[in-house]
Nanobody, 121 residues
């Protein structure tokens, strides 16, 4: 059984910072890409940032220059440092990992339960 557990969400004022963490645990053979998505009320889930096993990164235009994604492969953990937060960053943030649990199986997507980020004064 694979689990992705997120932490670090909360309430922050505009211009503030938060750091999200997501740890993958269970019977994991290998993790390829990891990433963060978000979903605001009434909107579709969207990619925020992603990072490959080789640490190549990709960001949504709306967060470039403000958010930084990183990972610790030894800990199967991905982080999202969010600076200069804006009210429009308010959403539930979901961790995603593309991973393989057994030799012979294909990579599959796994999701965390989500963590609420609210940016408000």
């Amino acid at each position: 059984q694979v689990q992705l557990v997120e932490s670090g969400g909360g309430l922050v004022q505009p211009g503030g910072s938060l750091r999200l963490s997501c740890a993958a645990s269970g019977r994991i053979l290998n993790i390829n890409a990891m990433g963060w998505y978000r979903q605001a009320p009434g909107k579709q889930r969207e990619l925020v940032a992603a990072i490959t096993s080789g640490s190549s990164t990709n960001y949504a235009d709306s967060v470039k220059g403000r958010f930084t994604i990183s990972r610790d492969n030894a800990k199967n953990t991905v982080y999202l440092q969010m600076n200069s937060l804006k009210p429009e960053d308010t959403a539930v943030y979901y961790c995603n990992a593309e991973l393989k649990v057994r030799v012979g199986l294909s990579y599959a997507d796994y999701w965390g339960q989500g963590t609420q980020v609210t940016v408000s004064s």
